[in-house]
């Protein structure tokens, strides 16, 4: 992996989860799903590795078909995207 690029966050949907997860206190599964378009198993895939990373943090509500998972960014996970974006500006030539 070329220098300061993190391989979790690497991944383009996962990247795009922590984009979103940058410019928001929390953002719900819903959401989520929605925008990057994909399936609900394929999200759970890949938040449940930005978890496993310490990357973000999942908040469960109620129980159920009526339950709703909501992601934040831990400080770990800001450290960590805020490296990763350095390290594709300069990987591209730009400040």
């Not at 996962?14 to 959401?31: G, I, K």
């Not at 999942?58 to 974006?85: F, I, S, V």
């Amino acid at each position: 992996m070329i220098e300061g690029l993190d391989p979790v966050i690497h991944v383009p949907k996962r990247l795009a989860a922590m984009a979103m997860l940058a410019n928001a206190a929390t953002v719900s599964f819903r959401f989520l799903r929605e925008q990057l378009e994909i399936s609900e198993s394929d999200l759970s895939k890949q938040m449940s590795a930005l978890e496993a990373a310490g990357y973000v943090k999942a908040t469960k509500d109620g129980h159920g078909r009526g339950a709703t998972t909501t992601y934040a960014m831990t400080k770990l996970g800001q450290r960590a995207y805020q490296g990763h974006c350095a390290a594709l500006r300069k990987l591209i030539g730009q400040p």
